[in-house]
DNA sequence: CTAAGATAGTCTCACATGCAACTATCTTAA
DNA sequence: TTAAGATAGTTGCATGTGAGACTATCTTAG
């Protein structure tokens, strides 16, 4: 008799855990400063790479669908945290880049997710931490969630 | 100046996995089975508890909202996979079992999402697949996702 | 016994998000 | 040069789901 235990089981632990880790994190990012996911998800891009970028990249990159990073572009311009300029070399896309005002909000909430991070990752030892961060690397690379380096180069031209 | 890698940024690696692990399995249960996550948890539940059990159970096992459980039941029912009947001690409830036709998708299924999961976490050795799982265990834990042995009790009062 | 509060389950509402159609633009091949 | 196809981004639509009101029932305190 075929028996499953669903606390065994890495697809539903894995769903209930992101979910849960998301809502700890949404203190941060949603009731304080008004952002949601895909909202947050833009900056982030945009503050990791100093340069400015596409909609189309963010959207690639962070695995969200393009109509979600469109709506969150436009709510994040409608509070000039974020603004964009036509690309000459190509009229149908948009140079996307934060504002004085989005960076300083990128400033002060980035600190604050870091340490939600740190506390929800301080139950595991720094060994635990690694192996874990690298099997999470493993399965990413399986599922071809990662970013091939040719990926990274055609992005990079951005 | 603060930066942070969203790629190395564990909520999000949770969050961009747990979506990605859900779609490869959902060609199993919904595309083969026309069950969605709700309502395989449903079918998850009853099955592995032999016994009966209420849709409040359920939800707060699964960490699912009750109005979700609640028209995940209802489908089943109408699909005739699971059956209710009122309780008689207290008939605000009802208990939830699955039928013969049920249990029989449910047998045929589960082999099909262990194969699926295994083939998940091959890219892992057994050794990295344990501390993952402690790991997972471990977080868990700390963010309270764990049936307490109290909690644990009482619902197998139900 | 009764009233107040708790609980199980359903239902309505609001909202977030994926899909797909659409516009505008670019690219490529004839 | 032009037509066909690809691509960036927007928008309307359908759907799934959480919040919370609501009904019916149970529990507990007085």
Known sequence: MAKLDLFRFVPFRLNRLAAEVSA????????????DIPEWR???????????????????????HKSTISRAVTALMRRQLVERVEN???????????TRKGRALYEELIPRLLRKEREIMSCLTADERAS???????????????????????????
């Open 24 to 35: 700890a994190l949404s203190s941060e990012y949603q009731e304080r400063y008004g952002l």
């Open 42 to 64: 833009v900056l982030a891009t945009l503050g990791f790479r100093n340069d400015a970028c596409s909609a189309q990249y963010i959207s690639h990159c962070t695995r969200t």
């Open 88 to 98: 000459a070399d190509d009229r149908r896309e948009f140079s996307l880049r934060m």
């Open 132 to 158: 874990f961060a690298l099997a999470l690397g493993k399965i990413e690379k399986s599922l071809d969630l990662v970013l091939t380096s040719k990926e990274a180069g055609k992005t990079q031209a951005y």
